[in-house]
């Protein structure tokens, strides 16, 4: 039997990743394990239909298996066409009869976050805070209680410099889950996003009050507001992406 029979008898036994490693040796092995007939059987064992035409829909089978045979690796994105510079975040804060809360923060700001985080809070809520999770965050300076008997609400919009144009992050959704063990309340709603995105949705936008125990019964003592979109974005570029896709208006 020749070298180039036990080559054919060989390869059809082999994975792709496999025959693939076997090009690699030579120009003989190279020029054996190009015939399309192996990389059809490797893709009859993972899409048997694909198969069952005369020819491939591809050029040819290798090239089909070597396309789809592993999940696409994450895309780097582009540069996002906004900056956080170009924004400005409308935030609202109210009980049932009074206004808590009301600032416009600039996007660096919230972008910024703590420099320090404040002394005396819990462990729980330090890790949080430094998780690698992408978060915006705004120091609240002077801090504002809320009375947990109350129901809470919050709206969060966000303005455009560079269109004069305005979009809807949170629309008076409710804080309506208190972690008193991480020091935690949370609110969040669905993004809205523009038409042009029409198989976009589900997504939504977290905002959590961060707060302190400060001894007292049935009132929180905020020192801070959180937002992040860690449902699909974990990076900055993430968040500018999602936010240039929303509906302005």
């Known amino acids: 039997m020749s070298n180039e029979e036990v080559?054919?008898?060989?390869?059809?036994?082999?994975?792709?990743?496999?025959?693939?490693?076997?090009?690699?040796?030579?120009k003989q092995w190279r020029d054996v394990a190009l015939d399309d007939y192996f990389w059809k059987c490797l893709c009859a064992k993972r899409w048997p239909s694909i198969c069952k035409k005369p020819k491939p829909p591809t050029v040819t089978y290798y090239k089909l298996y070597q396309t789809f045979y592993k999940r696409q690796q994450s895309r780097?994105?582009?540069?996002?066409?906004?900056s956080f510079d170009d924004l400005?975040?409308?935030?609202d804060i109210w009980t049932e009869d009074?206004?808590?809360?009301?600032?416009?923060?600039?996007?660096?700001?919230?972008?910024?976050?703590?420099?320090?985080?404040?002394?005396?809070?819990?462990d729980k809520l330090r890790f949080h805070i430094d998780g690698p999770e992408y978060k915006m965050t705004l120091p609240v300076e002077p801090r504002f209680t809320v009375p947990m008997s109350q129901t809470v609400s919050v709206s969060v919009l966000v303005g455009r410099?560079?269109?004069?144009?305005?979009?809807?992050?949170?629309?008076?959704?409710?804080?309506d889950y208190i972690d008193r063990s991480a020091y935690r309340a949370m609110a969040f709603d669905f993004l809205?996003?523009?038409?042009?995105?029409?198989?976009?949705?589900?997504?939504?936008?977290?905002i959590s009050l961060l707060f302190m125990d400060d001894g007292g019964e049935g009132v929180l003592d905020v020192f801070g507001i959180q937002m992040d979109f860690c449902d699909a974005a974990n990076s900055k570029e993430e968040v500018?992406?999602?936010?240039?896709?929303?509906?302005?208006?």
């Open 7 to 26: 080559l054919k008898a060989v390869f059809p036994l082999l994975e792709g990743v496999d025959l693939a490693s076997c090009m690699a040796v030579c």
């Open 76 to 82: 780097i994105l582009p540069p996002p066409r906004i």
């Open 88 to 91: 400005d975040f409308y935030i």
């Open 98 to 122: 009074r206004l808590l809360f009301s600032e416009v923060v600039p996007g660096p700001v919230l972008q910024a976050g703590f420099k320090i985080p404040p002394s005396g809070i819990c």
């Open 161 to 175: 410099k560079d269109s004069n144009m305005v979009a809807c992050v949170i629309n008076k959704s409710v804080f």
């Open 192 to 206: 809205d996003f523009s038409p042009v995105y029409p198989f976009v949705s589900g997504i939504r936008a977290w």
């Open 240 to 249: 500018l992406w999602l936010l240039d896709m929303l509906d302005w208006k």
